[in-house]
């Protein structure tokens, strides 16, 4: 019990915000311009993870984007979009 009371304490939070960003977020260049971040091929978001994010807030998004797919986590962003 102490274990899991523990592991469950130094789980990082993370910020719903930046879910709901992905979807209203638009990329804005390149040949993927214009459409939304939750949107872009998998493949895109892995020659970023290759070749690095951009900085700042778009950098981070993409990296979201891209962790979610890695891991499978799609599911909460249609969770948020059915709830808007």
Same mark, same amino acid.
């Given at each position: 019990? #102490?274990?899991?009371? !523990?592991?469950?304490?130094? +789980?990082?939070? $993370? %910020?719903?915000?930046?879910?709901?960003? *992905? +979807? @209203? #977020?638009?990329?804005?260049?390149?040949?993927y311009?214009?459409?939304?971040i939750?949107?872009?091929?998998?493949?895109? +978001?892995?020659?970023?993870?290759?070749? $690095?994010?951009?900085?700042?807030? *778009? $950098?981070?998004l *993409?990296?979201?984007?891209?962790? @979610?797919?890695?891991? $499978?986590?799609?599911?909460?962003? !249609?969770?948020?979009? %059915?709830?808007?």
């Amino acid at each position: 019990m #102490y274990f899991k009371k !523990h592991m469950a304490e130094e +789980l990082p939070q $993370g %910020n719903p915000d930046v879910l709901k960003e *992905l +979807l @209203i #977020y638009k990329m804005p260049f390149g040949k993927y311009k214009d459409r939304l971040i939750k949107e872009l091929p998998v493949s895109y +978001l892995e020659w970023f993870a290759q070749k $690095g994010f951009p900085p700042g807030k *778009l $950098g981070m998004l *993409l990296q979201t984007m891209y962790e @979610i797919r890695l891991n $499978g986590l799609e599911y909460l962003l !249609h969770g948020l979009k %059915n709830k808007r």
